[in-house]
């Protein structure tokens, strides 16, 4: 309570408020009482009352009996820090993750680079395939035919006019000029 009249002291606050702090410190201390009968109720299953036996052979087993049982917690003590140090490393990779995927590092800008299709393949592959990418020399040669009118070599003009089918008007433009 000297907590709640600390606080209350040093602020004004609403009684809607100290209703809620009320109820809020009687279900802490509630929460305790259970915690506490829980460890009870745990430590009576676990660990019964001892009877000290009257003879050594007795005294020994039941000191064997210990033994066992101290190795069997052990071992579970053992495996629970294991699996709490894995989930804590899993946790703070996961933290690193969450963090670099929230940009705080800038991309840089990335810039073109000029580069032939061999040294791409030898970038991605190494330098020990050596893989030709002359595409050029990859092509299949096409022999062009050639044609009867290319090979009739005459007047040039002649060549023109005929392709041209404009005979009748060019002669009615040379009779003007």
Not at 19 to 25: A, F, M, P, V
Not at 30 to 42: A, D, G, M, T
Not at 113 to 134: I, N, P, Q, T, Y
Request: proline letters at 3%; aromatic letters at 4%.
């Amino acid at each position: 309570m000297d907590f709640l009249h600390s606080k209350m002291s040093e602020k004004k606050v609403s009684s809607s408020r100290k209703s809620k702090l009320k109820i809020g410190q009687s279900m802490l201390e509630q929460e305790s009482l259970e915690v506490e009968r829980r460890k009870i109720s745990y430590m009576e299953e676990k660990c019964p009352p001892l009877n000290f036996p009257q003879s050594m052979p007795e005294l020994q087993e039941l000191c064997e009996k210990l033994h066992n049982q101290i190795d069997l917690v052990d071992e579970e003590r053992y495996d629970a820090a294991g699996k709490v140090s894995k989930s804590r490393m899993e946790i703070d990779d996961l933290k690193m993750v969450v963090q670099d995927l929230n940009g705080r590092f800038k991309k840089p800008a990335l810039r073109r680079v000029r580069m032939s299709a061999e040294a791409m393949v030898a970038a991605l592959l190494g330098s020990k395939h050596k893989v030709s990418m002359d595409l050029r020399g990859n092509l299949q040669q096409v022999k062009r035919e050639v044609k009867e009118e290319e090979k009739h070599t005459g007047d040039w003009r002649k060549n023109i006019e005929d392709k041209s089918g404009m005979d009748g008007r060019k002669k009615m433009f040379e009779t003007e000029a």
